[in-house]
Nanobody, 117 residues
Framework: VQLQASGGGLVQPGGSLRLSCVVS????????IGWIRQAPGKERQGVAC????????HVMDSVKGRFTTFRDNAKNTAYLQINSLEPEDTAVYYC???????????WGQGTQVTVSS
């Protein structure tokens, strides 16, 4: 089971990024994919998750309206779309897989998102 997040980078405030999470070793359609971020000196935050079965999404209240998650099972890839980026979004973003959004067990390598002017 492998997950690889990518798509991070240095972005100015107000910009957008689309993070990708490519999975291998299992079929994405049977797994939930969560996005968790960690900023220096701060606790991890689960920012979004998409269920496996119905594709229902869950987004942290504080980022609703700016963060969207979706999946393309045929490409075995999940995505996190981040709009209107703020400096507070600066963090390493990880994608994590599990049987449901309450049980995420398989971590991939993260991708750094830096929001700065």
């Amino acid at each position: 089971v492998q997950l690889q997040a990518s798509g991070g980078g240095l972005v100015q405030p107000g910009g957008s990024l689309r993070l990708s999470c490519v999975v291998s070793g299992f079929s994405l359609e049977y797994y939930a994919i969560g996005w968790i971020r960690q900023a220096p000196g701060k606790e991890r935050q689960g920012v979004a998750c998409i269920d496996s079965s119905e594709g229902r999404t869950h987004v942290m209240d504080s980022v609703k309206g700016r963060f969207t998650t979706f999946r393309d099972n045929a490409k075995n890839t999940a995505y996190l779309q981040i709009n209107s980026l703020e400096p507070e979004d600066t963090a390493v973003y990880y994608c994590v897989a599990g049987h449901n959004c309450q049980s995420l067990d398989y971590w991939g390598q993260g991708t750094q998102v830096t929001v700065s002017s």
